[in-house]
């Protein structure tokens, strides 16, 4: 049974003196605020008190805003959907750092980014995705939708899908169905790009190009699959890749560069067909 009177606590008949309570963090962040596209942009500071360390870092941001919105001003805009690490929605440059680090110090969604990481007094720089393909629609939101047309432009197989086949009707080497899951877990959040000093999104196209092409049923694609979506990212802006690894290092998936060896082979092999991009 718990009861609370002003000023004390009492939980199963202990009393917990109030100025004994643990307190929040004071933390101080530096955001980059721009009001639209066109916008020239600036870092602006605020100040957050009583954050929990248990908090996740967007909800730390959802405290900011109700303290932006009550002072009359206007929220810091973020990308967000479903908190869970699933979905890529989100994506911040925390500390210099795509995504920030997880507690362990290993590549986390920005969603799963929990204010433990952080220290009572320490400053936080938070910052879009910085890349010439993705452009800033206002504040911290960016347009990731370059990824989609690379995806649009070869990401699929004509093979007839229907219903669930039966179990090993389609035979697929373990180590070929390992290799094409471990690239589909791509959630696209654009982390490469960000990290990338090129900011090229390579290892994203190569996860997809690879997902696909390690199955039967995306052979029939395959060669004009890989030159399309190539030539597609080179539309898009998006830099060449110098197999730096800053990528791989950001990505929360851990989606391994081999995606890109895999691409590069299937390349060569397509060019040697005569497959060409589409017009």
């Known amino acids: 049974m718990t009861a609370t009177r002003e000023g004390a606590s009492f939980a ?13 963090m004071t933390l101080t962040l530096r955001i980059w605020r721009q009001k639209s596209p066109s916008d020239k942009g600036r870092m602006v500071t605020y100040q957050v008190e009583d954050i929990s360390p248990d908090m996740s870092f ?16 206007d929220p810091v805009v973020f990308d967000h959907d479903c908190r869970e690490g699933i979905c890529g929605s989100c994506g911040l440059m925390i500390n210099g750092t795509a995504h920030g680090r997880g507690t362990s110090g290993g590549p986390t969604t920005t969603c799963q980014l929990h204010m433990r990481k ?7 720089d938070i910052e879009p995705w910085r890349a010439t393909a993705f452009p800033v629609i206002k504040d911290l939101s960016v ?5 989609d047309r690379i995806i649009q432009s070869g ?10 086949p039966e179990a090993h009707s389609i035979l697929v080497p373990k180590k070929d169905s390992d290799a094409a899951f471990d690239a589909a877990t791509c959630i696209g959040c654009g982390a490469c790009v960000a990290a990338c000093p090129n900011a090229s999104s390579m290892l994203f196209t ?7 092409g390690l199955f039967p049923q995306g052979q029939p694609e395959r060669n004009e699959r890989v030159v399309n979506m190539l030539a597609q990212q080179d539309l898009e802006g998006f830099g060449g890749c110098t197999n730096i690894g800053e990528c791989s290092a950001a990505c929360p998936k ?3 560069m081999e995606n890109i060896s895999r691409l590069n082979h299937d390349l060569l092999g397509a060019l040697r067909a005569g497959a060409r991009p589409k017009s």
């Open 58 to 73: 967007l909800e730390m941001l959802d405290v900011l805003n109700e303290k932006l919105i009550l002072a009359g001003d």
């Open 143 to 147: 347009d990731r939708s370059a990824l």
């Open 118 to 124: 952080f220290k009572d007094g320490d400053s936080i």
């Open 206 to 212: 190569a996860a997809k190009v690879s997902h696909l």
């Open 155 to 164: 990401g699929y197989i004509s093979a007839p899908t229907g219903t669930a």
């Open 12 to 24: 199963s008949g202990t009393e917990t003196d109030p100025a004994m309570a643990p307190h929040g």
């Open 254 to 256: 851990g989606i391994s």
